[in-house]
Nanobody, 121 residues
Framework: QVQLVESGGGLVQAGDSLRLSCAASGRIFSNYAMGWFRQAPGKEREFVISWSGGSTYYADSVKGRFTISRDNAKNTVYLQMRRLKPEDTAVYYC????????????????WGQGTQVTVSS
């Protein structure tokens, strides 16, 4: 079984940077697809960024500001967020899957519990 634990969320000001971490435990391989999603209050969960099938996918709203990276030796994936905006405020979720789910949340098998990111104006 795969477990994902996010960390690094917090309260920041607009324009700041923040890095989220997703530590994976259990049977997870370096070729697993890894993605980040977010859910703001009153809104549906939305795709943010992912590494899947050897490619990186971005939501238009974060392109040029967010990047995804992974340290396979530590079984950890990172979400580097720059030039944060108040509309980035949400609970951020890490997800993993052995297949190639790209940006489709429904195709990710494993999910973390989320970490809150709040961006003040």
């Amino acid at each position: 079984q795969v477990q994902l634990v996010e960390s690094g969320g917090g309260l920041v000001q607009a324009g700041d940077s923040l890095r989220l971490s997703c530590a994976a435990s259990g049977r997870i391989f370096s070729n697993y697809a890894m993605g980040w999603f977010r859910q703001a209050p009153g809104k549906e969960r939305e795709f943010v960024i992912s590494w899947s099938g050897g490619s990186t996918y971005y939501a238009d709203s974060v392109k040029g500001r967010f990047t995804i990276s992974r340290d396979n030796a530590k079984n950890t994936v990172y979400l580097q967020m720059r030039r944060l905006k108040p509309e980035d405020t949400a609970v951020y979720y890490c997800a993993a899957d052995p297949d190639n789910p790209r940006s489709w949340a429904s195709r990710y098998r494993y999910w973390g519990q989320g970490t809150q990111v709040t961006v003040s104006s």
